[in-house]
């Protein structure tokens, strides 16, 4: 286990195991007020999807990455399977961070190869908005290529988000999105 896990969710971190070389903290972040392009073509606010009521599952990608996104993307297809009843309490995000190359159909092909399902949204929009994402949750590293892997779970809008840095298996993430839904719950009683 890491010692990065902190806050509400970090108490309940010791009962999973944590893959060697993730790194787990709670941290606070403000949302951007941009607009990005949905897989569906729809233009939407990033602060209304993010804040739709549902627990989110947050990952940065671009669909011509051969090694980092389809690590993760797989992670998140599998999840969903492991997700069971949860599966349509949960919204699960992929933003783009190459807009440029990734239009709609590109990311609907690129989910289609994931077996995204309905829960599982993906997202482009310009660059401007895509490099505001970035930034807004401390990802942004310029060039592409220099991203690297981190899956963001929050439980409810307002609520800190927990930053897995790292490749987090499907059992790991399932167990972390458990983990800051219940503690949420406690935290409203």
Not at 16 to 42: C, F, I, K, N
Not at 103 to 118: D, I
Request: glycine share 6%; charged share 20%; hydrophobic share 40%.
């Amino acid at each position: 286990m890491t010692d990065g896990a902190t806050g509400a969710a970090g108490m309940h971190m010791h009962h999973h195991a944590v893959m060697p070389g993730t790194v787990h903290t709670m941290v606070q972040y403000a949302e951007p007020s941009v607009q990005l392009v949905r897989d569906d073509g729809r233009t939407v606010s990033l602060a209304k999807e993010l804040d739709d009521g549902r627990p989110v599952i947050l990952t940065f990608i671009y669909t011509s990455c051969t090694t980092i996104c389809p690590m993760i993307s797989q992670t998140l297809e599998q999840l969903q399977g492991e997700l069971g009843a949860d599966r349509d309490k949960v919204h699960i995000m992929s933003i783009s961070i190459d807009p440029e190359a990734d239009t709609p159909e590109r990311l609907r092909t690129y989910a289609a190869r994931f077996e995204a399902g309905p829960e599982w949204q993906h997202y482009t929009g310009t660059v401007d908005a895509s490099v505001a994402a970035q930034r807004a949750f401390n990802v942004y590293r310029g060039d592409k290529m220099n991203h690297t892997p981190v899956t963001f779970v929050r439980a409810a809008p307002g609520q800190p988000w927990l930053r897995i840095d790292g490749f987090a298996t499907p059992t790991e993430l399932l167990a972390a999105y458990r983990d800051v839904v219940a503690s949420n719950q406690v935290s409203r009683l």
